[in-house]
């Protein structure tokens, strides 16, 4: 099974400073995800990752950028944090492609933004 | 855009009761992977079910491709199963779609 892990897990930011989320997996899965949860929203996607170096914009990009320097690690980046960012972050990733990825998730990050 | 929608939204059942969730979505799945997430924790992929019908231990999935709907079929339910089931599913783009869930407490 895909091991996933983030870091940190908990994270406290001010208004206006800068947050990265890690995400790492163990896999070698090409796919990477960066989702939110929000109590009546559900989970939504950011931005997610076909390979290294490549980005792409999921269903709620703004305010947020991406990097995926290799395989392993993808990065979920808040230039500018504001307080309607709080929320549970979790990566994912997930390899066979094809659009038949089976997805697995890392433990979560839990942002509050002051 | 892409719907996924569940139910029931909450089921309270006794211990050794079998539970049925429901998931319909708006547009053909190459992909539908059933979830659990407990309270405050992470989600993990019960089972991954695009078509047809697959088991795993006591749990039951079937996908109708065709009529856009998928079941959980959950036999015997136990107190550690209560939590959160989640649906999600996508078209042959990668990116999943996912349900609001159904929020499942098993009572002792």
């Known amino acids: 099974e895909a091991a996933v892990t983030q870091s940190p897990r908990n994270k406290v930011a001010v208004t206006g400073g800068k947050v990265t989320l890690s995400c790492n997996q163990t896999n070698n899965h090409n796919n990477m995800y960066w989702y939110r949860q929000d109590t009546g929203h559900g989970l939504r996607l950011i931005h997610y990752s076909y390979g290294a170096g490549s980005t792409e914009k999921g269903d709620i990009p703004d305010g947020y950028k991406a990097s995926r320097p290799s395989q392993e690690n993808f990065s979920l980046i808040l230039e500018l944090a504001t307080p309607s960012q709080t929320s549970v972050y979790f990566c994912?990733?997930?390899?066979?492609?094809?659009?038949?990825?089976?997805?697995?998730f890392g433990p979560g990050t839990r942002l509050l933004v002051l | 855009g892409q719907q996924v929608q569940q139910s029931p939204a909450s089921l309270v059942l006794q211990e050794g009761e079998n539970a049925e969730l429901q998931c319909n979505f708006s547009s053909t799945a190459t992909q539908l992977q059933w979830f659990y997430q407990s309270p405050g924790g992470s989600l993990v992929s019960l089972l991954s079910n695009p078509s047809g019908t697959k088991h795993t231990g006591r749990l039951t999935s079937t996908t109708v491709t065709k009529e856009r709907r998928s079941s959980l079929h959950i036999s015997s339910s136990q107190t550690t199963d209560s939590g959160t089931y989640l649906c999600a599913h996508n078209t042959n783009t990668g990116k999943l779609t996912f349900g609001d869930g159904t929020v499942l407490t098993v009572k002792p």
């Open positions: 994912a990733s997930g390899g066979q492609g094809g659009g038949q990825d089976t997805q697995y």
